[in-house]
């Protein structure tokens, strides 16, 4: 059994920056792929970004790539999602989930383990 706690989200004005984290435990952490997902109301939920175990990352947009950033630290078996210059159209419910693949894994049929998710609300 596999737990994902985020943390992190919360409101914050146009053009600030929040650091989410997602704490795994339960199994070997450091050889899968993490991923972060959003959903804003009335919409689907849609990949953010993936990080492999070796590090690589991938991001759903180059617009996002240059905003967020993705990372883990193996040792604290934990990954994170640093927004910066964040919009009104950022804001959505943002979940951590665990694949069980190794490979950047980009849809959520990918990925197994989910956390309960974490608001994240941009104010223009």
């Known amino acids: 059994q596999v737990q994902l706690v985020e943390s992190g989200g919360g409101l914050v004005q146009a053009g600030g920056s929040l650091r989410l984290s997602c704490a795994s435990s339960?199994?070997?952490?450091?050889?899968?792929?993490m991923g972060w997902f959003r959903q804003a109301p009335g919409k689907e939920r849609e990949f953010v970004a993936a990080?492999?175990?070796?590090?690589?990352?991938?991001y759903r947009a180059d617009s996002m790539k240059g905003r967020f950033t993705i990372s883990r630290d193996n040792a604290k078996n934990t990954v994170y999602l640093q927004m910066n210059s964040l919009k009104p159209e950022d804001t959505a419910v943002y979940y951590c989930?665990?694949?069980?693949?190794?490979?950047?894994?980009?849809?959520?049929?990918?990925?197994?383990?989910w956390g309960q998710g974490t608001q994240v609300t941009v104010s223009s």
């Open positions: 989930a665990a694949s069980v693949y190794r490979h950047q894994a980009v849809r959520s049929d990918e990925y197994k383990y």
């Open positions: 339960g199994r070997t952490f450091s050889s899968y792929t």
């Open positions: 990080i492999t175990w070796s590090g690589g990352s991938t």
